[in-house]
């Protein structure tokens, strides 16, 4: 079953975009990797931020962003499954600074694309597109300069168990838009799982299929020159 997606599902293109993340250590075969990537933590009890982080919240939170910022460029079928009995797959291209293009397989109508500056939400159905400024979007946090559990992101809770890292964020100046949830294998640190749950109450998980790291990336890939909208409103594409 497919569902058209709603503008909310801008939170899951922006999760999947992490999901380059955990092959980076694979595909360097070898490469010595950073410190804070690299340290496994002890196991423990899971600690909900209720006034501030603890030591050693703060040493999970650094070593889960240290890995992140390897991040840069991946091609990728993904599925996309959601408690409502959502399903949709498609083709996932991301190149770190601020490119992203999210397409997804027909019947579903939707393609995704920022293109540095701009995030454009088109339905090739209706031939409707909306811009926002990037860095306006859940996105920016992942495919900006530097991904960072500061700022506009609030981290809800860090809980961690044997073998795991789980970290919940959310939107600091729109927490009713809901949550999402990072779920990292920790000996080695890599990302194996992202859930979003939003504010219609719907909770939507993102797998990857055969993803490609590090690897040349067609700028036009995140060109929009070729959809049909009104031309008049397009934004200058860079």
């Not at 360097?28 to 804070?36: H, L, N, V, W």
């Not at 559990?149 to 809800?156: N, P, S, T």
Request: net charge negative; no cysteine.
């Amino acid at each position: 079953m497919h569902r058209r997606l709603a503008p909310y599902g801008f939170w899951v293109a922006a999760l999947l975009a992490l999901a380059l993340v955990p092959a980076v250590a694979a595909a360097a075969d070898g490469e010595e990797r950073s410190p804070a990537a690299a340290t496994a933590a002890p196991d423990g009890a899971g600690v909900e931020i209720e006034g501030g982080l603890s030591p050693d919240q703060v040493a999970d939170l650094n070593r889960a962003e240290a890995y992140l910022n390897t991040l840069s460029t991946m091609k990728a079928r993904f599925v996309q499954v959601s408690s409502d009995g959502g399903f949709a797959e498609g083709d996932l291209v991301v190149s770190r600074p601020g490119r992203l293009r999210f397409e997804y397989d027909p019947p579903v109508p939707i393609l995704m694309i920022a293109d540095g500056i701009t995030l454009l939400y088109y339905d090739r159905e209706l031939e409707q597109a909306s811009f926002l400024p990037l860095w306006e979007t859940p996105l920016w946090f992942l495919i900006g300069e530097e991904v960072a559990f500061k700022g506009d992101i609030e981290v809800v809770q860090v809980e961690r168990g044997p073998g795991t890292l789980t970290i919940v964020v959310r939107d600091e100046d729109r927490p009713d838009m809901g949550t999402v949830t990072l779920i990292f294998s920790d000996q080695p640190m890599a990302l194996h799982k992202w859930i979003v749950h939003d504010a219609q109450g719907v909770t939507t998980q993102v797998s990857l299929i055969d993803p490609a790291f590090d690897i040349a990336v067609d700028r036009d890939a995140f060109s929009y020159d070729d959809l049909e909208f009104n031309r008049a409103a397009r934004p200058s594409n860079r």
